[in-house]
């Protein structure tokens, strides 16, 4: 059975570029961003762990840990962030894991229980499906899951714009329409009253019985 919104995001002890981590310990009380790779050097990855670099501190502002996986030995991630500083102009600060076991690719069932025990000899291909994004809040549930195919780059601008709507909606008892972006107008949910949305929101606009739309709260 795969892993699905709400559920505990499994717990892992693995070796990373900055030492050994227990994953829930290190995500502490704040959310987390876990990103995978099918295998260092490869092209579409490079751009994205620099890309992620580049907007670590707008993670940061949001209280958001940034980690990466790749199918690889923590030991050739060092030269790897060599040539994503090469490409992108950005030095990779967040930890990036080792998984030549593939046991954590195998834990949040990007690969196959009968995939193997190393990394070693699988090329990209192989590990196709380790393309995942994994938003975790921090009660360690699953937010979100992106998976992306290895020739189409992940867009971490919509990552933030999700994780703002997540970081919201769990203070606020609304839901932000299609498209929406941090300040436009969102929508109150159904668990609120006519009465109490007045008290919450103040005016509100009602568009169909079942839609009514407010602006952002604040704070």
Excluded at 127 to 147: C, E, H, M, Q, W
Aim: some cysteine.
């Amino acid at each position: 059975m795969s892993l699905r919104i709400n559920d505990i995001a499994p717990d892992f002890t693995a070796e990373t570029t900055q030492g050994t981590i227990s994953f829930h310990e290190w995500i502490g009380d704040g959310w987390a961003v876990l990103f995978s790779h099918p295998k260092n050097f490869t092209p579409v990855c490079t751009t994205e762990l620099g890309t992620m670099a580049g907007l670590e501190g707008e993670f940061n502002k949001r209280n958001v840990k940034i980690i990466g996986i790749s199918v690889d030995p923590v030991e050739s991630h060092g030269k790897w962030q060599d040539d994503i500083k090469t490409a992108t102009g950005h030095s990779v600060k967040y930890p990036l894991i080792g998984d030549k076991d593939l046991k954590v690719a195998k834990l949040y069932e990007m690969l196959p229980a009968g995939a193997g025990e190393t990394s070693e000899g699988r090329t990209p291909a192989d590990n196709a499906t380790v393309r995942s994004v994994y938003v975790i809040g921090p009660d360690k549930k699953i937010k979100l899951v992106l998976t992306y195919p290895m020739t189409t780059g992940r867009n971490f601008d919509e990552i933030l714009r999700a994780v703002d709507s997540m970081q919201l909606t769990a203070k606020h008892q609304v839901a932000t329409p299609a498209n929406w972006k941090q300040g436009e107008d969102v929508i109150i949910t159904a668990a609120v009253s006519n009465e109490d949305a007045i008290k919450r929101f103040g005016a509100y606009e009602t568009i169909l019985p079942y839609l009514r739309k407010t602006k952002q709260p604040s704070a």
